[in-house]
């Protein structure tokens, strides 16, 4: 761990302890599964090894988007839904460095990772929830 402290930007991987909550001033986050920050944490250490200009006030507004939407828009893919998140990305306030693929690709990611919880917030094991 301390090896990508020091490969990587260890201010933004410090702030990395800034909450998902906290990222967005919205009213619309859900419940936060007991596990999300943990793998928003990990999966933006894993994505900035691509991306070493990823921010985690960006990335952590992504993972926020994610939340926000995911009841909305999960299952959904296609040129429609990722039209209408961009829309709400590039209207964030303090307008995100990040560009949309890259926010697309973590709001996708943490789709991905939601829709694998139970409804208790659990992981499916086998496709079925306990």
């Known amino acids: 761990m301390e090896?990508?402290?020091?490969?990587?930007?260890s201010a933004s991987l410090e702030r990395a302890s800034q909450q998902v909550a906290a990222c967005l001033a919205s009213d619309e986050l859900p419940d936060i599964p007991?596990?999300?920050?943990?793998?928003s944490r990990q999966d933006f250490q894993r994505r900035i090894r691509l991306h070493p200009d990823l921010a985690w006030s960006d990335a952590c507004r992504a993972y926020a988007l994610a939340l926000a939407t995911h009841a909305s828009h999960a299952g959904r893919t296609g040129a429609e839904v990722d039209g209408e998140l961009e829309i709400r990305w590039d209207t964030l306030p303090n307008p995100p460095i990040s560009t949309w693929p890259v926010a697309r690709m973590l709001i996708h990611e943490a789709w991905r990772w939601l829709s694998q919880q139970g409804?208790?917030?659990?992981?499916?094991?086998?496709?079925?929830t306990d």
């Open 3 to 9: 090896n990508l402290r020091s490969a990587y930007d």
């Open 119 to 128: 409804p208790d917030g659990a992981a499916r094991q086998n496709g079925q």
């Open 34 to 39: 007991e596990d999300f920050e943990a793998f």
